[in-house]
């Protein structure tokens, strides 16, 4: 393994308060050392004058679709994608084909990526159901002991509410817990966007926030009646974040993350019924978007997850009420994030790599989130002041949807390494 000397960039590690010009030094897939002017000697030297060094970054909630559906996406090119994106590790959920409800499938996922992958550290999360039906709990011990960092059923919600409280018990005893997709569906109805005046405008059926608070209340009083930790995925609305918000006052053992998405569009950009922008939950109002911000900078939203849901585009390239829900988001989520919180003066940059990097390491226990001497080497490079266009056929990802496509941010990733392996580096 060849040592690598980062020269001259500003090196930001939020876990250590670290937030200065400074080479970087990795041995053997470690950092060896932070200061200014160390010696090259036998290492590669990766120039970072006028850029920033910081630990990679860390998705809690994305979306791999291998095994069964490596039509959309699968585990060598998401975890390229995520690379470009600046990410060293990402949690995958489970609702592939086979669901991820067994230690055979987390087996497969954890091997693939090991063998097959770009370097960025896989972290499954499994089923909190059998075949995410809501109605037989899934083997979570064994999971566990195959890999497993978190229980979801991602993509549906648990609608059993004892089922969840048991589910969420016996996660405890094993390490792990809940990932809860927040959303009641017969509230949902047939609605295929947010509920309000664009929905009428456009004669789509709309979808109501409520749908989406009435089960974030569910979660957050269930966790609090049993002591135990839940993590809401995706927050999408004003109320949400609220509930979160006095939760959190209450002693509560809830944690939140919401996306770019969420920070960046509203519903408004559903205008001319572009399916790109179908999303579950959907994009909500400007209230919601500006609480989501809020949300992030006062710290009731714990962190920024992608939720990165590739599509083919044949399932996107058709009437709005018939697109599959979702957005590719590896590839975006940190130019938007820094033009929509940093660039806007919301935050600082190292605020950012907290949400992005520091604060989802420590929740999921994993590697990485800090650039501590003798830590493994997960480093992003980033350019935070140059304009990118996003172009979504340039994307390593096999999923193109998303809204961004042809938009202008601000912040490039130049550079990932993983273990002190360079996995990605732009050209």
Same mark, same amino acid.
């Given at each position: 393994m060849q040592n690598i000397l980062i020269r001259g960039g500003r090196v930001i590690d939020p876990a250590n308060g670290i937030d200065e010009v400074a080479d970087v030094r990795i041995e053997e897939g470690k950092i060896a050392g932070i200061g %200014? +002017?160390?010696?090259?000697?036998?290492? %590669?030297?990766?120039?970072?004058?006028?850029? @920033?060094?910081?630990? $990679?970054? &860390?998705?809690?909630? /994305?979306?791999?679709?291998?095994? $069964?559906?490596?039509? %959309? !996406?699968? &585990?060598?090119?998401?975890?390229?994608?995520?690379?470009?994106?600046?990410?060293? $590790?990402? /949690? /995958?959920?489970?609702?592939? #084909?086979?669901? +991820?409800d067994s230690a055979a499938v987390t087996r497969y996922i954890i091997e693939k990526a090991q063998t097959q992958g770009s370097g960025v550290h896989v972290y499954p999360v499994g089923a909190i159901s059998k075949g995410l039906e809501g109605v037989e709990m899934a083997e979570i011990g064994r999971m566990k002991q195959a890999g497993i960092v978190a229980i979801s059923d991602d993509g549906r919600p648990v609608t059993n509410s004892n089922l969840f409280r048991l589910a969420m018990q016996y996660a405890s005893h094993f390490g792990v817990f809940i990932m809860s997709h927040s959303e009641d569906k017969g509230l949902v109805g047939d609605g295929v966007m947010n509920e309000g005046f664009v929905s009428t405008k456009l004669g789509l059926p709309g979808i109501t926030r409520a749908a989406e608070e009435v089960m974030i209340a569910r979660d957050i009083l269930v966790a609090e009646a049993e002591g135990k930790r839940v993590h809401l995925c995706h927050v999408s609305? %004003?109320?949400? @974040?609220?509930?979160?918000?006095?939760? #959190?006052?209450?002693?509560?053992?809830?944690?939140?993350?919401?996306?770019?998405?969420? &920070?960046?569009?509203?519903?408004?950009?559903v205008e001319g019924y572009d399916s790109r922008c179908r999303v579950n939950p959907p994009l909500? !109002? !400007?209230a919601d978007r500006l609480a989501c911000i809020e949300g992030l900078v006062d710290g009731t939203l714990d962190c920024i997850a992608t939720d990165h849901a590739p599509h083919h585009e044949d399932e996107k390239r058709c009437e709005f009420h018939l697109a599959a829900s979702g957005i590719s988001g590896f590839e975006t989520a940190f130019c938007v994030s820094n033009s929509m919180l940093v660039k806007s003066g919301r935050m600082t940059l190292p605020r950012l790599i907290e949400l992005m990097s520091t604060t989802p390491a420590r929740l999921l226990?994993?590697?990485?989130?800090?650039? /501590?001497?003798?830590?493994?080497?997960?480093?992003? &490079?980033?350019?935070?002041?140059?304009?990118?266009?996003?172009?979504?056929s340039k994307f390593f990802s096999k999923g193109k949807n998303t809204p961004f496509d042809g938009k202008t941010y601000c912040g490039a990733v130049c550079a990932t390494l993983a273990d002190g392996r360079v996995i990605y580096e732009e050209a």
């Amino acid at each position: 393994m060849q040592n690598i000397l980062i020269r001259g960039g500003r090196v930001i590690d939020p876990a250590n308060g670290i937030d200065e010009v400074a080479d970087v030094r990795i041995e053997e897939g470690k950092i060896a050392g932070i200061g %200014k +002017n160390l010696s090259a000697g036998d290492a %590669k030297v990766i120039d970072a004058a006028g850029r @920033v060094v910081a630990p $990679g970054f &860390i998705d809690m909630h /994305c979306h791999l679709r291998d095994p $069964g559906l490596e039509y %959309k !996406e699968d &585990i060598v090119s998401g975890t390229r994608a995520a690379a470009h994106g600046g990410f060293t $590790g990402v /949690c /995958c959920m489970p609702n592939t #084909k086979p669901v +991820n409800d067994s230690a055979a499938v987390t087996r497969y996922i954890i091997e693939k990526a090991q063998t097959q992958g770009s370097g960025v550290h896989v972290y499954p999360v499994g089923a909190i159901s059998k075949g995410l039906e809501g109605v037989e709990m899934a083997e979570i011990g064994r999971m566990k002991q195959a890999g497993i960092v978190a229980i979801s059923d991602d993509g549906r919600p648990v609608t059993n509410s004892n089922l969840f409280r048991l589910a969420m018990q016996y996660a405890s005893h094993f390490g792990v817990f809940i990932m809860s997709h927040s959303e009641d569906k017969g509230l949902v109805g047939d609605g295929v966007m947010n509920e309000g005046f664009v929905s009428t405008k456009l004669g789509l059926p709309g979808i109501t926030r409520a749908a989406e608070e009435v089960m974030i209340a569910r979660d957050i009083l269930v966790a609090e009646a049993e002591g135990k930790r839940v993590h809401l995925c995706h927050v999408s609305t %004003k109320g949400g @974040v609220q509930l979160v918000r006095e939760a #959190k006052a209450r002693g509560v053992r809830v944690t939140a993350e919401t996306t770019p998405h969420y &920070i960046a569009a509203t519903d408004a950009w559903v205008e001319g019924y572009d399916s790109r922008c179908r999303v579950n939950p959907p994009l909500r !109002e !400007e209230a919601d978007r500006l609480a989501c911000i809020e949300g992030l900078v006062d710290g009731t939203l714990d962190c920024i997850a992608t939720d990165h849901a590739p599509h083919h585009e044949d399932e996107k390239r058709c009437e709005f009420h018939l697109a599959a829900s979702g957005i590719s988001g590896f590839e975006t989520a940190f130019c938007v994030s820094n033009s929509m919180l940093v660039k806007s003066g919301r935050m600082t940059l190292p605020r950012l790599i907290e949400l992005m990097s520091t604060t989802p390491a420590r929740l999921l226990g994993v590697q990485g989130g800090t650039l /501590c001497v003798g830590a493994p080497a997960d480093v992003v &490079i980033l350019d935070p002041d140059r304009e990118v266009t996003v172009d979504a056929s340039k994307f390593f990802s096999k999923g193109k949807n998303t809204p961004f496509d042809g938009k202008t941010y601000c912040g490039a990733v130049c550079a990932t390494l993983a273990d002190g392996r360079v996995i990605y580096e732009e050209a």
